[in-house]
């Protein structure tokens, strides 16, 4: 999946095709490649492993082709194009939303890759923050983690080291960005992705306090942005099966998860605020034949993808992974 390229292309005359060769099977194919942006992927043509660039490489012919990409020729290997402009952002320096180097599944790439297309205008928080809006972003999602509740302005402001007019100035800016929800009485946090303060079916206990996740992947993507296991307790949608998981590696693995077939259905819709849009149906299912049943309910056809368990996990990981990362040099 090629991304839009961040380097200038010069009129050079450029090598377009390169041979690239499977680290794991050694199967070698010719490929032509773009010359206005990086190709990220590349599915092996012989044993279908998904590759990835190498840390450091922009691309997946600069880390396995005979030939580095267009960019890297014209402008020099300490130019390189930045992969994946077109589908991460960087949050704050060094940082980047999604986080695709941990998707290592097929399902997960192509489940980010779709949400990116149905938000063609970019995510309303696809721009990186000014520094006072990330701290007040960030504080707010740590309270919430550590309070295992909504966190009121003047705790907000505390953590921050700001004015509470100043912290309510900049929550109503970041509810703007879809970042978090202010309630209706306009001095509450409704809710701050992932957490809610409204109680309902995606319960996650992190450090011995349950809070509610606003869908199955928000719930699923908690550990690993806490740095932290968590237990999530919820049901299938159509039966209402109990659905238990719980992490391991401090968030970054699935320990344990009943029923063996729990699916996600991860719906695509959006439209400004992903808590009353997609959210309202990214829900769990005891198993695919339950999932079928459930879309088969619905008064309009659903747009969106089924992912088992682990693919889902993955998705949780990517989104949300980078949310409480510092800064990076």
């Not at 237990?231 to 238990?244: H, K, M, P, Q, V």
Request: glycine share 8%.
């Amino acid at each position: 999946m090629p991304y839009k390229s961040a380097c200038p292309m010069p009129d050079t005359a450029l090598v377009l095709e390169s041979t690239i060769t499977c680290p794991n099977c050694g199967h070698r194919s010719m490929e032509t490649m773009p010359t206005d942006a990086c190709q990220f992927f590349y599915d092996c043509k012989g044993c279908g492993t998904l590759l990835k660039p190498k840390a450091g490489d922009c691309c997946v012919f600069c880390s396995y082709g005979t030939m580095a990409c267009p960019p890297v020729q014209a402008n020099g290997a300490a130019l390189t194009c930045r992969a994946g402009d077109a589908a991460a952002v960087e949050i704050r320096p060094g940082v980047r939303r999604p986080d695709w180097s941990v998707v290592t599944r097929r399902a997960t790439k192509d489940a980010l890759l779709a949400r990116d297309r149905q938000r063609p205008g970019g995510d309303t928080w696809g721009v990186a923050l000014p520094p006072i809006q990330d701290s007040v972003w960030r504080a707010t999602i740590a309270l919430f983690a550590r309070l295992g509740r909504a966190p009121g302005w003047a705790e907000i402001a505390w953590e921050t080291n700001l004015d509470e007019s100043k912290v309510e100035t900049i929550l109503f800016e970041l509810e703007r960005y879809d970042l978090l929800g202010v309630d209706k009485d306009g001095r509450s946090i409704a809710y701050a992705y992932p957490f809610t303060a409204q109680r309902n079916a995606y319960r996650v206990t992190i450090n011995g306090r349950e809070l509610c996740a606003l869908c199955a992947i928000d719930a699923l993507g908690v550990g690993t942005m806490c740095n932290t296991d968590v237990a999530i307790e919820s049901s299938c949608r159509l039966c209402g099966t109990a659905i238990s998981i719980e992490t391991a590696q401090q968030g970054r693995a699935l320990k344990n998860a009943r029923p063996d077939g729990a699916v996600v259905w991860y719906d695509l819709a959006y439209n400004c605020s992903a808590a009353t849009s997609c959210c309202q149906s990214i829900a769990f299912f005891c198993s695919l034949e339950h999932l079928d049943k459930w879309l088969t309910t619905r008064a309009k056809q659903p747009v969106g993808l089924h992912l088992a368990l682990v693919d889902a996990f993955e998705m949780g990981q990517a989104l949300f992974g980078p949310v409480l990362r510092p800064a990076r040099a």
